[in-house]
Nanobody
Framework: QVHLVESGGGLVQPGGSLRLSCVVS????????MGWYRQAPGKERELVAT?????????ADSVKGRFTISRDNANAKNTVYLQMSSLKPEDTAVYYC????????WGQGTQVTVSS
């Protein structure tokens, strides 16, 4: 059974940085793509960033230049990271990790709050 565990969320002041991690375990097949999504209160879940097995990345316009997605598949570690810098109050949301293997799997979410 595929299992995703996210970590790294928290409270940060505007302009600060956080790094989210998502460790994937239990997959029998290769991961095709990994990504981060977020959902703010009263809003729909939206794409933040994705990275394919080949290393191609995609970002939401609102985070380009501030967030960086990366993945580590060495030594059977299936981990995706989201380095977030220059954080703004509007980045406040629950951040979810998603992986695509044969099906899609989601993590439980981690809260990111940007506030002074």
């Amino acid at each position: 059974q595929v299992h995703l565990v996210e970590s790294g969320g928290g409270l940060v002041q505007p302009g600060g940085s956080l790094r989210l991690s998502c460790v994937v375990s239990g997959n029998r097949f290769s991961i095709n793509a990994m990504g981060w999504y977020r959902q703010a209160p009263g809003k729909e879940r939206e794409l933040v960033a994705t990275v394919t097995n080949g290393g191609s990345t995609k970002y939401a316009d609102s985070v380009k230049g501030r967030f960086t997605i990366s993945r580590d598949n060495a030594n059977a570690k299936n981990t995706v990271y989201l380095q977030m810098s220059s954080l703004k109050p509007e980045d406040t949301a629950v951040y979810y990790c998603k992986v695509i293997i044969i099906a899609s799997y989601w993590g439980q979410g981690t809260q990111v709050t940007v506030s002074s």
